[in-house]
């Protein structure tokens, strides 16, 4: 088998139905890059120990050089007989070396750990670029909310009305979680940067290389303590697939949310049509769809998650080939975050808020009534008690069909004689917002103070 890893002991080739299975090539080329760059930093580890000269050192990596030129460019890809990506490369290594030369790079190393480390690169690598759109997310959030600093929605729960709040501190909330996630992927990546490499198969070399060279050259902190442990854990790559399922749902979230308020009941916004969708029979529609994919593929990204977790199950150490199942749902995630970011991102910076429908709705449903009851707090009123009086107040109104500050003085009286036309003061939308000034309330003057550190969290990533 031309290009093979292995054949000494084997008899036959692998049978093509086994070749057809067992290739990864279609999924694992892009590591090429990280692959060439680890050869590299191994070449400068067996140099190191005395089983390369200078010279031979400095042919190798200008031969691994010029064949990561040759992958970039496309003049070397895979080929039909190659396993794998390390495989394929070790060919092309040799088409330009020679096998004298570019035979000599495979000691002291194994696929093992050669895959585990690869896997960390790529994954480091892309936890930056999710990084970065993350929080080109958490800016357009944080501009909107800058931009509608007064405006007022019904805040829910249950989806019911509950309380009004500014619609600042509602896009603040969807902001946090990205925080949080960006959080995560650098507490990720300070796990990550450990080099699995010159663990070997699975015991270590016997070749005296220093792993530290490796690790070194590839930007990694210290090389892994423990040989085995470096090229059977996975738990790395299941955290990355958890954060990238964590920030799917985050978006998911806001993204359900977006499509209630752009149904014509809510009306609280629009779309732009850059970022919307039509429909093939229906002239009027404007979907939501970038809000709809983003609700979707958070299912596609749990499901990658609990496949790799199920894979990685009961699993023992140490390598064992169930471990290429690790790449496709991984890679996906990636793939799958990067598209819908900067999607999601440019729907969320073109919104149009209807201010005006918002503030109609915020104190409808009775949302003012626990104000009425913390403002009889605030003369007096045992809790119990308020709570009743309002209580009794929004019976009132919803028998006559009004709301809670339509009652007369009079009417006022005769619910309560605690209801003084002094309550008319947090009856308003406004004056019940800015009441809320305790620590991470809605009042105006803490929001603003918010997003002000909203803003510093944002520029620390
Ligand atoms: N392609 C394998 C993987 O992705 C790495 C190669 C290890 N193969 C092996 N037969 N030991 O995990």
């Known amino acids: 088998e031309a290009g093979a890893l292995w054949g000494g002991r084997f008899a036959s080739g692998p049978s093509p139905a086994l070749a057809a299975l067992s290739k990864s090539t279609h999924f694992d080329w892009i590591l090429a890059p990280y692959d060439i760059r680890g050869s590299k930093a191994h070449a400068t580890a067996l140099a190191a120990a005395g089983y390369l000269s200078d010279d031979e050192l400095h042919d190798m990596r200008a031969a691994l050089d010029e064949l990561a030129a040759r992958v970039a460019d496309g003049r070397f890809v895979a080929a039909e007989s190659d ?258 970011l900067p999607a999601f991102t440019g729907m969320v910076a073109t919104m149009r808020f209807d201010e005006r429908r918002m503030a109609e709705l915020a104190p409808q449903g009775f949302s003012l009534a626990t104000d009425v009851a913390e403002w009889l707090v605030k003369q007096g009123v045992i809790f119990r008690d308020a709570h009743e009086i309002s209580g009794e107040l929004v019976r009132y109104c919803e028998e006559r069909g009004i709301e809670l500050d339509e009652p007369s003085d009079a009417e006022l009286r005769t619910v309560s004689e605690h209801l003084t036309p002094g309550v008319r003061e947090v009856l308003t939308i406004e004056g019940s917002v800015n009441s809320r000034l305790g620590a991470g309330g809605t009042a105006r003057a803490r929001v603003d103070e918010q997003l002000a550190r909203l803003a510093e969290r944002v520029a620390e990533f």
């Open 83 to 340: 396993e794998d990506v390390h495989s394929a490369l070790e060919r092309g290594l040799i088409d330009i070396t020679g096998v004298q030369l570019g035979g000599k790079l495979r000691a002291g190393r194994s696929r093992n750990d050669q895959i585990a480390t690869l896997v960390r690169l790529y994954l480091i690598d892309h936890a930056r670029v999710i990084a970065a759109l993350l929080t080109d997310l958490a800016e357009a959030i944080l501009e909107q909310a800058s931009a509608h600093a007064e405006a007022i929605l019904p805040g829910r729960t249950h989806l019911q009305h509950a309380q009004p709040v500014l619609l600042a501190h509602q896009l603040g909330a969807h902001a946090w979680p990205i925080i949080r996630d960006l959080e995560r992927l650098r507490d990720w990546a300070q796990r990550a940067s450990a080099s699995p490499y010159g663990g070997g198969a699975l015991a270590g070399s016997s070749l005296g290389l220093d792993p530290r060279l490796v690790a070194e050259e590839l930007g990694l902190g210290a090389p892994l303590e423990n040989s085995i442990d470096g090229t059977a854990a996975r738990d790395v790559v299941a955290e990355f697939a958890f954060v990238c399922a964590q920030i799917g749902i985050d978006l998911s979230r806001f993204a359900e949310e977006i499509i209630i308020w752009n149904t014509k009941e809510f009306g609280f916004v629009q779309l732009h049509d850059g970022f919307s969708t039509g429909s093939s029979i229906m002239p009027q529609k404007k979907n939501p769809d970038i809000a709809e994919l983003a609700r979707g593929k958070s299912g596609r990204l749990i499901g990658n998650l609990t496949g790799l977790l199920a894979t990685l199950k009961a699993l023992p150490l140490a390598y064992n080939r169930d471990l290429q199942e690790d790449k496709e749902p991984v890679f996906d995630s990636v793939d799958q975050l990067e598209l819908l």
